[in-house]
């Protein structure tokens, strides 16, 4: 059914990049908003909004019952659940629609097959993706996870099966840190995703993490090509760019192709996006996750196709056919998106809530900022650092880095630290301009630079 009222089950600048979609087409919007966010530019934008808890995420933003009751109260007949919080969980989708409403985003049953780690890498491994070697499911305790690493071989990453987004992941080079370890995981993604069920994969070393979106109406599925984001800190994406310059035509093709292949073997719904590692001295690619919903990386997919994928989301969930074939979908340049946290990279990335007291984003056809700040907002320290993403296009990657560095110059935000200072110095660097950048390069690269080393008396 034609969607006409979206409930925004989020906050932060995905709230406000959803808000702008539905607008473009015509729908009203109805924003979730916890006490701490009663002032968030997303509820400014909304045509109405509802406070939906207190701010601890799990009276508020993790509350499935409470978010559909408010859905339903404010007269939506849809739901977008955005990223992060409750957006992979499947009981939640099973929710929203047995309460008549519609969920943007694919099936209760695709997100459970799909959104849990450990089933999506036996699902690829029936279509015949290649996987990461690693345990066969969900480990079910530490016992059992030892006896996984000794079975695929250190050092392994230890993996929450629900959510994303970084978090429930460590590695563990031996028994002992994987010991440790494993309990840590758990609990941070017990309190994030309201799972804490993990797996294990053995770490391949210096490999490049690619990504490739995909579009899909549950029964056709095309892909709007691939992302690189290989430049991360503690497995969370620093930089994104599209395409992938690492990637050669043939290898891009058969990584595209295998992403399709996947998404319409489980009758992929909406926005998703199919995750990999790429060993770029062999040229073998590994499936390691999918991503049952949008990602904070969007827009540089947007960028390089024209297409507006959090519309295009929205126009399926309400029974629209997928609205292109993949001979029409095109990529033209290169784009680079950069995350501004609310963090003191000179602190060890400290959180830096406080008030915004100037904004300046440069004005450009080439560059464009999703954000969720304005003078005079208090970021709240409840939640996430992100407080936008400055992205821009450019004919080539070189060009790209070139308008990323200028428009870094001219953007500027006071009251709270933030990275730019650090996007600015990774711009500038040598071999992240030649494109050298593998998972693990930004830990050495942090650790090499003194301008980011805490003071010592923080350590």
């Not at 294990?200 to 090509?225: K, M, P, S, W, Y």
């Not at 891009?252 to 319409?264: D, G, H, I, P, Q």
């Amino acid at each position: 059914m034609a969607i006409r009222r979206l409930f925004v089950a989020n906050r932060g600048e995905i709230a406000v990049r959803i808000i702008r979609a539905a607008k473009s087409l015509g729908i009203e919007t109805v924003q979730a908003y916890s006490e701490a966010d009663r002032d968030m530019l997303a509820v400014k934008l909304a045509d109405a909004a509802v406070c939906v808890g207190r701010p601890a995420a799990r009276h508020s933003y993790l509350n499935a019952a409470g978010l559909v009751a408010a859905a339903r109260e404010a007269g939506c007949d849809a739901v977008h659940p955005g990223y992060g919080f409750l957006a992979e969980n499947a009981e939640f989708a099973e929710m929203v629609e047995a309460f008549g409403l519609v969920f943007v985003g694919p099936k209760a049953d695709t997100i459970r097959r799909m959104g849990d780690k450990a089933a999506a890498r036996d699902a690829a491994i029936a279509a015949g993706v290649p996987v990461v070697p690693g345990s066969q499911g969900r480990v079910a305790d530490v016992e059992a996870a030892l006896a996984a690493a000794e079975a695929i071989g250190y050092p392994v990453m230890i993996k929450a099966a629900a959510g994303g987004g970084g978090r429930g992941i460590r590695i563990a080079d031996t028994p002992d840190e994987l010991r440790r370890l494993a309990p840590q995981a758990q609990s941070e993604a017990q309190a994030a995703f309201g799972d804490g069920g993990l797996y294990l994969e053995r770490v391949i070393e210096n490999a490049r993490h690619i990504e490739v979106q995909i579009l899909g109406d549950g029964t056709r599925a095309v892909h709007c090509f691939e992302r690189e984001c290989s430049l991360q800190r503690r497995r969370q994406k620093v930089w994104e760019e599209a395409p992938a310059a690492c990637l050669d035509d043939a290898t891009r093709a058969r990584l595209c192709a295998s992403a399709v292949a996947l998404a319409e073997s489980v009758g992929y719904r909406g926005a998703g996006t199919l995750e990999y590692l790429y060993d770029e001295a062999s040229g073998a690619f590994y499936f390691i996750e999918m991503n049952t919903r949008i990602q904070v990386e969007h827009p540089v997919t947007e960028m390089i196709t024209g297409i507006d994928l959090v519309a295009t989301m929205i126009r399926i969930a309400g029974g629209e056919p997928l609205p292109v074939t993949q001979d029409q979908v095109t990529r033209t340049g290169h784009a680079i998106e950069v995350r501004i946290n609310a963090e003191d990279p000179a602190a060890d990335f400290r959180p830096s809530p406080g008030t915004i007291e100037t904004l300046a984003v440069p004005l450009d056809p080439a560059v464009r900022f999703d954000g969720m700040i304005y003078e005079g907002y208090t970021v709240p320290p409840f939640y996430d650092s992100l407080l936008g993403k400055l992205i821009v296009h450019g004919a080539t990657r070189a060009e790209a880095i070139d308008r990323l560095a200028a428009a870094l110059e001219r953007f500027s935000v006071t009251g709270v630290k933030t990275t730019v200072a650090l996007h600015k110095a990774l711009a500038a660097d040598p071999d992240v301009r030649a494109g050298k950048a593998h998972t693990r390069f930004l830990e050495g690269w942090l650790a090499g630079n003194p301008a980011f080393h805490p003071p010592k008396a923080a350590q």
